[in-house]
């Protein structure tokens, strides 16, 4: 048996398109190409992993200069039997990065097992800051007034608001998320109505506790920064700078919240200084552009 | 085989002497060195769990099965190895795998026993087979032997070797390995060096005797040096002699008898079990499970016009 991927080469018909966004000369000068890599169609019968089929894509061509978000909408898929193939819900679709592997594939529920290959189409929004000044917003001084939205034109412009708290006020914040016992006795008695056991509400209420908590921790230099929703989903990185401007290493950032309020604790490498800045990625209207994608006739494992 | 090298054995302790004889494994834990016989077994009731056609068009690429024996309750059967004598589906395609001989028992999750009102949860087994085609509908035909390991039929089968950081540099000395012909040596730090340099002078003069000589043969022996594992902190390595591929698993035990195995590992002939950081406590354990007759079962099963998902 071949290997797919020399199928996939070899293969007459052209999986590999070049796009140029509708009405971006640039672009029209410098295409993205969304090439198909690997395919894998993983399908069962049970058990609590739902099948789905994954395209791993890459991206490549001159208008992937300087694009440091990627994220797919795919608008169609069908297989060679006519089916629709329905989209795999997800629980977010944040913009990734180029190199990242979440950023470079399009999951899917399985096709028929009967196809022999599927088509997929849809679009692929780019986030370039480079084409748009705002994108780059640079908040000097950044610690030095904790717990109260940090001064910035350049955030004003995008409409994002956040501030930079404090150890404590972060932990009076949870302490207003953590269920009170009034809230965990409301659990028990609706839980007691629905006809749960007293061992499976006990094992809720530990989840819920266990939740809440672990959560809620923050890392030693951990930084954190929260505001309303919609404008920290513009937030696509940050970076603190030293005061020397020499940027101090974050292996790992967290985010959670709602619509109302969204919060990314930012686990820095060493102590932050109060001098320290803050250097934001804003993912502004300008700076996002979409290609359009057709994979045609991709060979199915 | 080849003997350990007195030199390289600690006498720290008692009962040093049995290094002497000590032999490395050729076949070590949990790579059992018996297959499955020719001879039919004894039919099995089998069913379907659930199948997993993973398809991703390179070697990664399998059927997997769950497959449910009734007959036999999960809290009884601690290993099982299979082996699929025909396998293929309705487009007439062979899903035998190449490799289904050299597979050792594999430990299963055994769970607890039942209540007396309860029904005892019987015991699933995996196997992994070729992908079927993406044309085919079902499995026209699957069937093999499946072989058990029921440690609890023979107090043989299962043996503990108390206080365990004290066998260090020395064999264990247990009844029930000795009935089973297993040897095995618990190596300290320096009898894991020396059997790292035994290990490279071999391979060296294996290299000379292919005609490498000079600077390249210097070179192969410092980069099987290099590659040879070292064990992380708290790790305990022991040399396994077992012939007949007794072994089904070792593990740290603690006082209260629970397993406190975190990782396994087997290298170069050697076994590797890690727990802690601080390593094994000296009121712990090392539980060996063995393959004895009367801790096996062989049994048959075949199932036929299985549903491709």
Known sequence: ?301 | MTPIRPEAVSRRGAGAPLALTLLFAAHTAGTAAGTASDAPAPATKASIVSLGDIRKGDSSSRLEIELELPDFPAAEVAAARLHVRTAVDDTGRDLVPDDDRKKPFEPLRQGRTAGPDETPAPTVVQLKIRNPARKAKVLAEISGDVELYLPGRDPNALTRIPNIPAWAGKRLESPALAASGVRIAFLTEEQLEAEKKRQAEKRKEEARKQGVLGEMLESLASAFLRAFFSPEAGDVVFAVEDPGGRVVQMALLDAAGEDQTTGRMQQQGLTVLSSSRRGPRPDWSLEVRLRTPKSEERRSFTLKHVPLP
């Not at chain 1, 061509?61 to 997800?90: C, H, P, T, Y």
């Not at chain 1, 920290?232 to 959670?256: N, R």
């Open chain 1, 1 to 301: 048996m071949r290997p797919f991927r020399t199928t996939l080469r070899s293969a007459p018909i052209s999986v590999l398109l070049a796009l140029c966004p509708a009405g971006t000369p640039l672009l029209a000068q410098a295409p993205v190409r969304v090439a198909v890599e690997e395919v894998s169609d993983d399908r069962y019968s049970a058990g609590p992993f739902p099948g789905t089929l994954e395209l791993k894509l890459k991206l490549s061509g001159d208008g992937m200069d300087g694009v440091q978000g990627v994220r797919f909408l795919v608008k169609a898929a069908r297989d060679d039997q006519g089916n629709v193939i329905q989209l795999k819900e997800s629980l977010r679709n944040d913009f990734e990065s180029p190199e990242s592997s979440l950023s470079q594939k399009i999951v899917l529920k399985n096709p028929a097992r009967k196809a022999s290959s599927v088509t997929v189409s849809g679009t692929v929004e780019l986030f370039s800051p480079k084409r748009d000044p705002n994108a780059d917003v640079a908040v000097p001084n950044a610690f030095a007034k904790l717990n109260k939205p940090l001064s910035s034109k350049g955030l004003k412009a995008s409409k994002v608001e956040v501030s930079v708290l404090s150890k404590e006020r972060w932990a009076e914040e949870q302490k207003k998320q953590k269920p009170s016992e009034k809230d965990l006795a409301e659990m028990r008695a609706e839980a007691k109505k629905q006809g749960a056991s007293e061992q499976e509400i006990e094992a809720a209420i530990a989840l819920v506790q266990g939740l809440s908590e672990a959560f809620g921790g923050v890392p030693e230099n951990g930084v954190i920064l929260s505001g309303p929703g919609a404008g920290m989903e513009l937030i696509q990185s940050v970076k603190i700078l030293g005061p020397d401007g020499e940027e101090i290493h974050v292996s790992s950032t967290m985010k959670q919240g709602d619509q109302k309020t969204k919060t990314m604790i930012l686990d820095a490498s060493k102590p932050v200084p109060p001098n320290a800045s803050l250097r934001f990625t804003i993912l502004t209207d300008k700076a996002r552009f979409t290609v359009p994608f057709e994979l045609k006739d991709v060979p199915l494992p």
